[in-house]
């Protein structure tokens, strides 16, 4: 892979040299994060991101390992072994309220991460291996979120369960006995909560994989840039060290200090209420809402309110509840064929006026709108705006973005890099 | 093909939910929504100030003692507060001696089993036992509370929004349900009789649906003696006691607080260097 300019990993002592004819691991992580990787010298701070995603990783995979040595995972003792850790384990309540908010801000940084990759086209070719590893990691994490916040059995986390089990039940004919199958039972209880303790240590595992892959198909093509021109010589491009790995520890500072003061200063921001009361199968909460990060597909499964069938017989060919689930799936599976559903071959949006428009003035309030509405109650005024955004989201990204890109006429782009970065003719700045 | 496919599917769900839309606009037409008397009286919690409030706050101590005081002599009486066991009481400002004397005179005993003949027994509580529920269990509780369920209290304030003031709120918030009125002047029995608070429950607009099975528990002034000579007030004893269960919510808030703004003060140092590592690298190249 690679550039032919990209920095030769040469080990100095013995002791590098010898493992470096036995395992190269250093030279592999100097080929990755290290000078060995030639970037484009434009990058901006959206940039950050991906780093600082690994970041919340690592953070919920350390506390994580720590908290499941001190939790039980029973239905009779997994809420008070929670209120253990927070009251008598040594830093308990630090671990735990560190993990809780880590997982909304590995959203937060991976939800603009994509928002990154949706507006600079990153998912277009060369890049389209990474983009689908991305929407994979997107899926396990939501996976391991939702299981997650089920372990401290409280209100919330049962009937959280109980909702999120429910789309399977859907399905026609098979959907009760699969959903049964996968809970271990009627309802979600003891054999659930093991199921998903167990699954819930495993996927960060599985993540992490998926990460390896995903890095390993950036390595191929290299990083992307803001303007979207593909890198032409060594003046377009740094060594990631020490450029960006100074660049990423700055980023790092700025998202810790936003981390830490959430964690620290308003630890139950984010979360519900609810679940600091013990789980009750007998009594509903008036509102059962997810974590503010599934808010904007809880609106999609609730926005569809009639059945599909034939008009005037009372056929039903689907029901309303099974096209809601499918829809709420599909408005994440439908980011796997983005690639192929924008065909414009300029990547970055800065150069796309017409897709600027839609993705500023449509997708964000579009987005914001369906995240609002999935935490409101089923009043009709939010019934209506959360209808109104989630058609706009499907009309969005599969109607819209390949009739823009057939007809959009692009702004002129920049001969290359550092064109584009010293506003010089490339001649004159590659001397 | 993708985009053929795609764009059948688009238009599907996006017309089907357009489909919906005009169902939900039809319904609200023909069957708009009746206020109910709930979305119209209940109150949001009142705004009340303690110095355990903001990101320097720290307990009142007194407070906390008086609001035990509350809470040992009127709430424990139906509300077990089970996850805090009395050696935790060190936190509020009392030695080893006076964390004994209190496990020690605790009105309900620590159930256990006779020694000599292993039947059920029970002896008084020492420091490291939690509090001693008042009921044996759940069906006891229900039994002696006209079949109303005391909930824990020892995670109440962080189990409602807005905990402490909502604690606070409900302790003030018991009304004379003939002739009330909310804010916007509208009488609750006129426009709603059928809300009328049902025998054996108590109207506090505070409370979600209005009317709360438990009866006023401090009903006036000087119900529990303080032992710091503080006038114990209706709204003072609101206030202690809130302020005590979100210290039994909420036990580490002083280590969390003081360890945030150490974390915050090294972050801010490593930002800084690590801001001017990343402009003195930068330097040379344009970007």
Known sequence: ?431 | MVRLVAFLVGLFFSGMLLIGLGDTVIKAIQEPAQPTAEHEFHEMPLAVSFAHDGPLGKFDRGQLQRGLKVYSEVCAACHSLKLVAFRDFAALGYNEEQVKALAKAWKTEVPSINPETGEAASRPAIPADKIPSPFANEVAARAANNNALPPDLSLITKARGDGTAYVYSLLMGYRDQAGYKNAEGQELLKEFPEAATPAGLHFNPWFANLNIAMANPIAGDDQVTYDDGTKATKAQMARDVSAFLTWTAEPKMENRKSAGWAALGFLIIFTVLAWMSYKTIWADKKH
């Open chain 1, 1 to 431: 892979m690679s550039f032919p300019w990209a920095q030769e990993y040469k080990p100095q002592g013995t002791v590098s040299k010898w493992v470096d004819e036995r395992l190269p691991l250093p030279r592999l992580v100097y080929n990755a994060v290290g000078a060995g990787y030639p970037v484009p010298r434009n990058l901006n701070y959206f940039w950050n991101f991906g780093v600082l995603a690994g970041v919340a990783l690592v953070i919920q995979i350390v506390t994580g390992i720590v908290l499941a040595m001190h939790y039980y995972a029973s239905v009779d003792g997994a809420f008070n072994s929670v209120e253990h850790i927070m009251r008598d384990v040594n830093a308990g309540w630090f671990l735990r309220y560190a993990h809780m908010n880590g997982a909304s801000f590995f959203f937060i940084v991976v939800y603009i991460h994509i928002f990154r990759g949706l507006f600079y086209g990153s998912y277009k070719a060369p890049r389209e291996m990474i983009w689908l590893l991305g929407v994979t990691i997107f899926l396990l994490m939501m996976a391991t979120a939702f299981m997650g916040y089920v372990l401290p059995w409280g209100q919330m986390s049962f009937w959280g369960a109980q909702v999120i089990t429910g789309f399977f039940s859907a399905i026609p004919l098979v959907g009760e006995p699969l959903r049964q199958l996968l809970l271990g039972g009627f309802a979600p209880d003891q054999a659930a909560l093991n199921r998903f303790f167990s699954l819930h240590y495993l996927m960060p595992f599985v993540i992490a994989g998926v990460i390896i892959l995903h890095i390993w198909a950036l390595h191929i093509p290299g990083s992307s840039n803001p303007t979207g021109v593909s890198i032409k010589g060594e003046q377009d491009t740094v060594p990631f060290h020490p450029y960006y790995t100074a660049k990423d520890g700055f980023g790092l500072g700025i998202f810790l200090i936003f981390f830490v003061a959430v964690t620290f200063f308003a630890p139950n921001m984010l979360g519900h209420p609810d679940n600091y009361i013990p789980a009750n199968p007998l009594s509903t909460p008036a509102h059962i809402v997810p974590e503010w990060y599934f808010l904007p597909f809880y609106a999609i499964l609730k926005a569809f309110t009639v059945d599909f069938g034939i008009p005037f017989t009372g056929v039903i060919i689907i029901e309303a509840k099974l096209m809601g689930v499918l829809a709420m799936f599909g408005s994440i599976l439908l980011l796997f064929f983005l690639p192929w559903l924008d065909t414009s071959p300029v990547r970055s949006g800065h150069y796309r006026p017409l897709f600027r428009k839609f993705f500023w003035f449509g997708l964000i309030p579009c987005l914001v709108l369906l995240t609002y509405c999935g935490g409101k109650p089923p009043y009709t005024q939010w019934v209506i705006l959360s209808q109104i955004a989630a058609a706009y989201y499907f009309i969005h990204f599969l109607i819209i973005l390949p009739i823009v890109s057939r007809i959009e006429r692009p702004l002129p782009l920049p001969n290359s890099i550092t064109e584009a970065v010293t506003g010089k003719p490339l001649e004159t700045a590659a001397a």
